[in-house]
């Protein structure tokens, strides 16, 4: 893959995808597995996993984890990749 639409277009169907911001640099992926929601942030060198919570009725995003690719050898099928072992790790377990 060589471009972040490349990546988006290759996660279509694994939830609920959203562009960040006008210049289509960042994206979030959705999904739930049982009554947790989960996000995925995703960016051309990073990607962030966080699950929801709520905390005296106020509801926030809580981070359980992180990776950043800025070696040369990195690219973004390695983005992609992370971003597929997050949706299976959290979301399609015991299915």
Known sequence: MDTLEEVYGALTGQGRLEWIGEKKSAAVLYFSRGRKQYKVYFDDSNVEISVKKRLFG?????????????????????????????????????R
């Open 58 to 94: 106020n509801e926030y995003w809580d981070s359980i984890g992180q990776r950043r690719y800025i070696s040369p050898e990195d690219s973004l099928d390695d983005v992609f990749e992370t971003v597929m072992w997050c949706v299976k790790e959290y979301g399609w377990r015991g």
